[in-house]
């Protein structure tokens, strides 16, 4: 439901559930079949725009629960297993601001505040725990520009940083992946129907961990990346 109470601003409200029946290759140890994970989302927001449209903004809260969740089985030697979590809850706020505030200028920010929970579990333990692989803070911040005018029109460039906070490194709790910056990079050129660039990931080969199903699987992020790209529209 979207109500507009004066241009450019509008408020809005939905509602939605989801189900989703557990993977083929997700494998409990005792052989039995996991149950469909079942949703519901709750989000209420704003969206504006200011600078004559130039820039637009979101504001969101929302709450989500998840019953029957699938997670990687915590018990020694269970590694290639799975478990399902009885409910997990996650409640927060973001905030989007996108736009051209000059010709050429593109920005794109955004913030997230996650407050994750497992409110039910078939194991008393991870009651009250979080969730892994969830952090609590999330933002970044995208700029790229591309020349308008001249003989360099066309050619861009682009920066962003990225930062994830602390997270959970297992169902248990019992260890913590530490907060990381990342820094990305892009050069392209843009002429008629064709774009050719290279992207840079992960631009000063900044050592940080993006996942870890448990102390046994902990995944590193990506080194310094350069990748390259030509595309054509037609």
């Known amino acids: 439901m979207v109500y507009q109470p004066i241009s450019p601003v509008s408020l809005y409200a939905s509602y939605s559930r ?21 949703g519901e989302q709750f989000e209420v927001g704003v969206k504006t725009e200011f600078l004559d449209g130039k820039l637009s903004a979101t504001v969101a809260a929302y709450q989500i629960t998840k019953q029957n969740v699938v997670a990687p ?11 399902q979590v009885g409910e997990q809850q996650s409640q927060g706020i973001e905030l989007d601001i996108v736009g051209q505030p ?3 200028l593109n920005l794109i920010a955004s913030y997230a505040y996650t407050d994750a929970e497992i409110t039910k579990d078939t194991r008393p333990a991870f009651k009250g725990n979080q969730p892994n692989n969830v952090p609590r803070h999330g933002a970044s911040l995208w700029a790229a520009y591309e020349i308008q005018n001249g003989g360099f029109k066309g050619l861009g460039l682009g920066a962003g940083l990225f930062f994830t906070g602390d997270r959970k490194g297992d169902l248990a709790n019992t260890f913590t992946l530490p907060s990381y910056v990342r820094t990305d990079a892009t050069i392209f050129y843009r002429r008629e129907n064709w774009r050719v660039g290279l992207n840079f990931k992960n631009l000063f080969d900044v050592d940080y961990f993006e996942s870890a199903r448990d102390r046994n699987a902990v995944f590193y992020g990506e080194p310094f990346t350069i990748l390259g790209t030509f595309s054509v529209n037609f």
């Open 18 to 38: 989801s189900f989703l029946p557990a993977g083929l290759f997700t494998v409990n140890a005792d052989g039995t079949t996991f149950k469909p994970t079942e």
């Open 73 to 83: 089985d915590p018990t020694p030697g269970r590694s290639n297993f799975s478990i």
């Open 102 to 104: 000059i010709p050429g």
